[in-house]
């Protein structure tokens, strides 16, 4: 069974420019979640959808973040217009539904400069 | 404020020793935990889950405990690997969305 799949794995811009990354879950898992991990710290979730609704968003910076799941299966997270703390790991992961394990990507690693 | 949070952020084993990672949580509403591993430059990868309906569960060489009466978690890893040496979070499944909270992990160090 593939895995999660993200892109690019790493990425690296200058503050105030733009970013956007790829997450293509598990096949048939109906919940995708972005979370944003800063060296040294646990996942913080950003965002959650089930399907393409989104469940939680209290924790994206609306100003700048933006995320859509359009048709209900690859997702992408955008950052417009970048800051110095958002260098960070930024995690896909997937779950068949709420209240269940979820298995994630390897993934994308942002240097804001 | 409510958190998940872990008691040690490091532990050094000797390879063959059991371990035991500990985490805290204080939402007692919350119904749903489960273990990840993450090693460096990767994802976090599950180990095991337990519901607030059982006390312990068990995997491969893995045992998860559950004392919802001091809202402690602990995960026991019996005859440590150098493979195990990596970062263990707790996440804690709360609210009505079933969102995965994180601690801020435990690094285990296995020594040869």
């Known amino acids: 069974e593939a895995g999660v799949a993200q892109s690019p794995r790493y990425k690296i811009i200058e503050k105030r420019q733009s970013v956007a990354f790829w997450c293509n879950p598990i096949s048939g898992h109906a919940t995708l979640y972005w979370y944003q991990q800063i060296l040294g710290q646990g996942p913080k979730l950003l965002i959650q959808?089930?399907?393409?609704?989104?469940?939680?968003d209290s924790q994206l910076p609306k100003d700048r973040f933006s995320a859509e799941r359009l048709k209900g299966v690859d997702s992408t997270l955008k950052i417009q217009p970048a800051k110095l703390e958002d260098s960070a790991v930024y995690l896909c992961?997937?779950?068949?539904?709420?209240?269940?394990?979820?298995?994630f990507g390897q993934g994308t690693r942002l240097t804001v400069v | 404020g409510e958190s998940v949070g872990l008691h040690l952020p490091t532990l050094s084993v000797q390879e063959g020793d059991n371990s035991i990672i500990n985490c805290a949580y204080s939402?007692?509403?919350?119904?749903?935990f489960i273990w990840y591993k993450q090693e460096s430059g990767k994802g976090p990868q599950f180990i095991i889950d337990i519901r607030s309906n059982m006390d312990k569960r068990q995997g491969q060489r893995v045992t998860v405990l559950l004392n919802k009466t001091v809202k402690h978690l602990s995960l026991q890893i019996a005859a440590t690997q150098p493979g195990d040496s990596a970062v263990y979070f707790c996440a804690e499944g709360r609210g009505g969305s079933e969102k995965l909270v994180f601690g801020k992990g435990t690094k285990l160090t296995v020594n040869p």
């Open positions: 939402n007692s509403a919350s119904d749903y």
């Open positions: 959808f089930q399907n393409n609704g989104v469940v939680d």
């Open positions: 992961a997937s779950s068949l539904g709420a209240g269940v394990k979820a298995f």
